[in-house]
């Protein structure tokens, strides 16, 4: 790997490394809305766990999260 001396140079590195993790952070962030799926009614969430759910035919009427 070559040695920056350029300060012009390092300063354009950090700031593509910086919009890079910008854009990783998103990339990820959509990644984790989609992680889970309720059979039942289709809702979306990052965790397994949630609300009530209409559709539901358990007694207690939550939703049930699969891994999407």
Sequence with gaps: MK???????KIELTNLLAVFRLEMK???EQLNKKGYVCRYCGKQAPK???GKCPYSPHPNKCHEF???
């Design 26 to 28: 998103k990339l990820r």
């Design 3 to 9: 040695k920056l001396t350029d300060p012009n140079e």
């Design 66 to 68: 699969i891994k999407a």
């Design 48 to 50: 397994p766990h949630g």
